[in-house]
């Protein structure tokens, strides 16, 4: 069962950053002026989303890619509640959505990819 969980966080994490690496590569310069970011940090911003949305879909490194994934975590929440000064809630543009993407990532960390993933696959 645990395998199972921990496949479902890795799958919705994997969507997840796929959907907004790819928004970002869409118009990185977009991305860059709406986050106040200088271009080549929102390139590596977005870079790392996509190799954490690989490393959690294959499994392979997915305890670094979901270390990566709660520093950005960690990162969006501080600008949210410091610099944007946005409230909890999603629906008003706040950091509940990002919070949850911490804890999945964490989840991640503490206990691995799981059995279902590439390495135990292979190994």
């Known amino acids: 069962m645990q395998a199972v969980v921990l496949l479902a966080i890795r799958l919705v994490l994997t969507i997840t950053f796929l959907y907004e690496a790819r928004f970002k590569f869409k118009d990185i310069k977009k991305f860059a002026k709406n986050d106040g970011l200088p271009v080549p940090v929102a390139v590596f911003v977005a870079v790392a989303e996509l190799a954490a ?69 292979i190994s």
Do not use: R
């Open 53 to 121: 949305a690989l490393s959690m879909f294959s499994g392979v490194l997915a305890v670094w890619a979901g270390l990566g994934i709660a520093l950005l975590m960690i990162i969006t929440i501080c600008l949210h509640i410091f610099k944007w000064h946005s409230p909890y809630w999603a629906n008003k543009k706040g950091w509940e959505y990002d919070l949850l993407m911490l804890i999945l990532a964490a989840t991640i960390v503490v206990f691995g990819a799981g059995q279902i993933a590439l390495p135990a696959l």
